[in-house]
C-alpha cells in the first residue's frame, strides 16, 4: 500500500530534551515536506526537500532540522524543543512539487 | 509574506445544495493550485488541483482559476453530510519549491 508513515504518532516531552521526528514514504517520490499546524494559523511548511542531500527551509524552520540520506527517509529533528514548538506536524510526499502531497497520518507534539 | 487567505467560516449548507469555497493568493509567481480536504483529527487530502485559467471538474467538484484576480475557488454540487470538513487551498510556486497554505473554511454540510 502506498503510505507516508510517520512515528511517533504521540509525543509528550520536557523542554530542551532532544527528539526525532520520523518520516517515510514507498513511492520512490522525490519532494517530501514538514508542516506544523496550529489553530488559527493552517499549515506551514517547515522545510522540503526537493530529492536526496537536497533540503531547504520553509516558512518556519527555527528551531529543526531535518536531512535528506535517503530517498524514502526525511527525519524532523528538534535538538532543543521548546513549548512554542507545541504543535501538529505533517510529513507529506510527491512525485513533483507542482502534483499532489500526499500526507503522513500526523504527529501529535506536546512540550512541557 | 506571500499569503493565501480564506475564510474561515463555518459555512454552513443544507444538503444537496451548491457549496462554493474561495481563496486569495498574493505571490504572482505562484503555478499551481491545490485544494485539501481535511477531517478533524485527520491529515489532509487532495481533491483537485488547478494550473490553468478556467474551470476544471471532477465529478460533483468544479475548481476556478483566475490568475489575473489571484482567485482560487472550489464548488462541491449536490452536497452531502460527509462533506463537512475543513477545505485547505495552497499554492505552489516552481521557483521556489514552496508550497503556501491558507489557514482553511469550515464546510457544514446540513442533513
Not at chain 1, 33 to 38: C, F, P, T
Not at chain 2, 68 to 88: C, E, F, H, K
Request: net charge positive; charged share 20%; glycine share 8%.
Amino acid at each position: 500500500e502506498a503510505q507516508v508513515t510517520q512515528n511517533p504518532r504521540y509525543l509528550i516531552t520536557v523542554t530542551g530534551k532532544k527528539l526525532t521526528v520520523t518520516c517515510s514514504q514507498n513511492m520512490n517520490h522525490e519532494y517530501m515536506s514538514w508542516y506544523r499546524q496550529d489553530p488559527g494559523l493552517g499549515l506551514r511548511q517547515i522545510y522540503y526537500s526537493m530529492n536526496v542531500e537536497v533540503t531547504d527551509k520553509g516558512d518556519v524552520p527555527e528551531g529543526y532540522k531535518v536531512s535528506r540520506k535517503e530517498k524514502r527517509n526525511f527525519p524532523l529533528i528538534l535538538e532543543s524543543p521548546s513549548p512554542n514548538q507545541t504543535s501538529l506536524y505533517f510529513c507529506a510526499s510527491g512525485d513533483r512539487g507542482h502534483v499532489e502531497q500526499f500526507f503522513g497520518p500526523g504527529t501529535r507534539l506536546t512540550v512541557l | 509574506q506571500k499569503e493565501v487567505e480564506q475564510n474561515s467560516g463555518p459555512l454552513s449548507v443544507p444538503e444537496g445544495a451548491i457549496a462554493s469555497l474561495n481563496c486569495t493568493y498574493s505571490d504572482r509567481g505562484s503555478q499551481s493550485f491545490f485544494w485539501y480536504r481535511q477531517y478533524s483529527g485527520k491529515s489532509p487530502e487532495l481533491i483537485m488541483f488547478i494550473y490553468s485559467n478556467g474551470d476544471k471538474e471532477d465529478g460533483r467538484f468544479t475548481a476556478q482559476l483566475n490568475k489575473a484576480s489571484q482567485y482560487v475557488s472550489l464548488l462541491i454540487r449536490d452536497s452531502q453530510p460527509s462533506d463537512s470538513a475543513t477545505y485547505l487551498c495552497a499554492g505552489y510556486t516552481s521557483g521556489t519549491y514552496k508550497y503556501i497554505f491558507g489557514t482553511g473554511t469550515r464546510l457544514k454540510v446540513l442533513a
